[in-house]
């Protein structure tokens, strides 16, 4: 598995699940998003989405640098997941942060993990294998030392879409 699909319902019901074990905590110092380059923000739109359609002067290339900082933007020793990264889409999860929420996570009894998210989804109505096909996603994280990219659905539906970013120039992430 390398991408899951996600409703609304099951974001709310991953985000607050991991909040309950503590694998996802608020944190300070996140940086504020660059600011479009004046009078080129479509082609800045167009460049941070990787369109063709857009030719990359250096100009834009910084731009498109330091929008990628800011997407892979982490603490320098996360305790988890950062909550911010959960509450929109765009945001890319690092390595780091889902080897620090599976710490969190393997230490934690099984049974308080299915008390916490079986009672997390079930109140949302939401599919509670999403809960394991979203600890799949970040043992995949982990073991590989790829990052995850919490992302825009690539088609209509679902809320969102997490993928795992493999050979991608994420990497730094």
């Known amino acids: 598995m390398n991408h899951l699909p996600l409703a609304a319902a099951e974001v ?10 503590r694998m996802m905590h608020i944190v300070d110092g996140v940086p504020q998003q660059p ?9 800045c739109v167009a460049a941070e989405l990787g369109l ?3 030719v990359l ?7 498109v640098d330091e929008h990628r900082r800011f997407l892979s933007w982490h603490p320098a020793a996360p305790l988890g ?27 934690s ?3 308080f993990v299915r008390t916490v998210v079986g009672g997390r989804f079930g109140a949302v109505g939401a599919d509670l294998e999403t809960w394991d096909d979203w600890t ?4 995949g994280s982990a073991d590989s030392g790829s990052p995850l990219l919490f992302g825009p659905p690539t088609y209509d539906g679902p809320w969102a879409e ?12």
């Open 136 to 139: 799949k996603l970040l043992r």
């Open 162 to 173: 997490t993928e795992l970013l493999l050979d991608s120039d994420w990497r730094s992430a």
């Open 35 to 43: 600011a479009p380059i004046k009078g080129r923000e479509h082609e």
């Open 52 to 54: 063709p359609v857009v």
């Open 109 to 111: 009894s099984s049974k």
């Open 12 to 21: 709310n019901a991953l985000a607050l699940s991991m909040i309950d074990l």
């Open 81 to 107: 997941i950062s909550a911010h990264k959960l509450a929109s889409t765009g945001w890319v999860i690092s390595a780091l942060e889902t080897r620090a929420a599976l710490a969190v996570l393997d230490r």
């Open 57 to 63: 002067d250096d100009a834009l290339r910084a731009y």
